[in-house]
């Protein structure tokens, strides 16, 4: 039995040490939660790349793209800062209509999630097989599911007595250490086979590796609604891994017009066993699927303009999907059906530019547009992730370097302030607003094999 519990708590400690690899912490310029952008020069234009990848990071985007971009290897880091948190109108009622049916009411009146910034590290690798083939192993991650409220109250108050599952009710108070929030990582390892096929077109194919981590705290008052409040909250990151595939194509349409398009599968990960009573279906988390196609036209000899369309199936993931009401009164947290998030599919529309100003120095600008994920119906569940940013707008500088062919590449992304605005479902005498903007600098440096 001992060396059971050793061992798991060594491959624990490993899943662990390998998420730490992509940063210090989960929060990323986020559609929902995922990035909108992998690889510098890709975030610099918005996200786009699914038709013209530019570094060895274009597995993230599409594998096929690994066969356009030249030998060697990418690595970089961005500082991350997202400012996030709720407030809310209006005092808990305390209202009861019987001694099993009261009022869920929310604590502060104000709160910001402090952890202000966050550094995020990535990689890339590609080497060539001859013209018509490489491979290459891309690492980079998601995250956005990431707050920590502090203060003298707790988000979700204290629990005033015992209640059936599905009903609860609170007062302001301190839980705990007086801290409530969650932090979600999530780690994908991508190695690529990309081919050329016909003439101007290259096919390529990742299966993914990928490696979750998950904490919740101070949710204790939500036990009274949860399938096993043993399993609810405050148990330390728990870690949760599975596979994917991604598949992508690239072609030339016509004299500088490409397309491009890349899908990949919804990934069954295995369940968050000290969350089973938290995420429904026992502690499931798999991670949505993901379809993205785009063009890529050639303006003069300088200027290339990209446009990508993304879609997020944030709706079939339960534990994201379901709807707080009325699944909360028909299903304990944790348990089949049980509540979720209640976010709704996404479509991402991206534009990037890229500007080469002479032989070795190039500049890039983007913009990204989506509607939020979060409907107003369900903003008590999501102070817990209030990923309700819609607009991204970036800039990027690209320089050679020294005479063996390497370069530099700065990005820059500022997200403004979106807010969504609802009624507590637990407490109509209480309105909930969530607010989240964002800002990213990132650098990376091109090693040329």
């Not at 991350?80 to 209509?97: I, K, L, N, Q």
Request: include cysteine; glycine fraction near 14%.
């Amino acid at each position: 039995m001992r060396t059971t519990v050793h061992h798991r708590k060594l491959h624990t400690t490993a899943i662990l040490a390998a998420i730490s690899l992509l940063g210090s912490g989960s929060a990323f310029a986020t559609n929902g939660y995922f990035s909108h952008g992998y690889g510098t020069q890709s975030k610099a234009m918005a996200g786009t790349g699914v038709a013209r990848s530019l570094d060895t990071l274009a597995p993230a985007t599409n594998p096929a793209g690994l066969l356009g971009v030249e030998d060697g290897m990418d690595a970089g880091m961005g500082w991350f800062s997202p400012d996030r948190g709720y407030e809310v109108t209006g005092g808990p009622s305390g209202a009861c209509m019987s001694a099993q049916q009261c009022t869920f009411g929310v604590g502060p009146a104000r709160l910001r999630s402090d952890k202000d910034y966050f550094l995020i590290p990535h990689f890339g690798w590609k080497r060539s097989l001859g013209e018509n083939a490489a491979i290459g192993v891309a690492v980079y991650g998601n995250g956005g599911m990431n707050t920590r409220y502090l203060g003298g109250s707790a988000t979700f108050g204290v629990p005033m007595g015992s209640v059936p599952p599905g009903m609860g009710f609170t007062m302001p108070g301190t839980f705990g250490d007086g801290t409530a929030g969650v932090d979600l990582m999530q780690m994908f390892i991508a190695p690529t086979y990309a081919r050329a096929f016909g003439e101007d077109s290259s096919f390529g194919i990742s299966p993914i590796i990928a490696l979750q981590s998950f904490e919740a705290r101070g949710l204790g008052n939500f036990a009274p609604f949860s399938s096993d409040p043993t399993k609810l909250t405050n148990n330390g990151h728990d870690t949760s891994y599975g596979l994917g595939l991604k598949l992508g194509m690239q072609t030339q349409l016509g004299e500088g017009v490409r397309f491009g398009a890349s899908y990949q599968t919804k990934m069954s990960m295995s369940e968050f066993d000290d969350y089973a009573g938290l995420f429904a279906n026992q502690g499931d988390f798999d991670i949505p699927a993901t379809a993205t196609v785009g063009m890529a036209f050639d303006a003069g000899d300088k200027l290339t303009v990209e446009f990508d369309v993304q879609w997020i199936a944030y709706g079939d993931v339960d534990s994201i999907a379901n709807p707080m009401l009325p699944n909360l009164m028909m299903a304990p947290l944790g348990a089949n059906g049980g509540a979720g998030f209640g976010w709704d599919d996404m479509t991402v529309f991206k534009l990037g530019a890229e500007y080469r100003a002479t032989a070795d120095s190039t500049w890039y600008f983007g913009y990204s547009h989506t509607d939020q994920p979060i409907p107003s119906s369900e903003v008590l569940f999501n102070i817990l992730a209030p990923g309700v940013v819609e607009n991204h707008f970036t800039v990027g500088y690209s320089r050679a370097h020294g005479s063996k062919g390497n370069r530099w590449t700065v990005s820059a992304m500022v997200a403004p302030s979106v807010e969504v605005r609802g009624g507590n479902p637990l407490d109509p005498a209480q309105t909930v607003e969530l607010s989240m903007d964002q800002y990213e600098v990132e650098f990376s440096y091109h090693f040329k094999g």
